[in-house]
């Protein structure tokens, strides 16, 4: 089945700006740095546009994707019902150029830090609010079959589940007998 997207995000047009001060200023704290600050404008330039050029990061009704990258280009798949925590961090250069930072964190995520961090998505708050909001769409479709009204349809379709979960546990019982 396939998902339908719901939001494409977009990103802001000064990210490209802000991610070439940021390099610029790790270049200065250093001696050796310095004198790679001049070819750091025009590759860096060329380099965050490109990475911008391949960020993308879309909602579904099931899913969060961000695909990101130049050379090795990664893609995010996170099912939103395992998604337990969705932040917005603005530093003070951020805030002065009018961007955020969303990062989005899983159950079961190995290691520490956000498992999808995302910079200058235009509009971030919103963006957070609709992943949010189709997440607690979500969580709220009943999956027993108690949860529905009583009606000839729900009826048949709390059978259905019954069936379900009976062969379910027969298969499981056959590959194990099996050795399957």
Known sequence: ??????????????????????????????????????????????????????????????????????????????????ITDIALIQGPIMRLMGLHKLTVETAGQSGAGALISLVGIVDAPGFRAQILEQKERLDNIPTQPEALPITNDNALLGQLVEITASLKRIEGLLASKHGY
């Open 1 to 82: 089945m396939q998902d339908n997207t719901i939001h494409e995000a977009e990103f802001e047009a000064n990210l490209s700006l802000y991610w070439l001060l940021s390099g610029a200023a790790y270049f200065t704290l250093s001696i050796i740095g310095i004198p790679l600050l001049l070819l750091w404008f025009p590759f860096g330039l060329w380099g965050t546009r490109r990475y911008i050029s391949n960020m993308s990061a879309g909602l579904t009704s099931k899913k969060l994707i961000v695909r990101r990258g130049i050379l090795t280009r990664t893609e995010n798949t996170v099912p939103l019902d395992k």
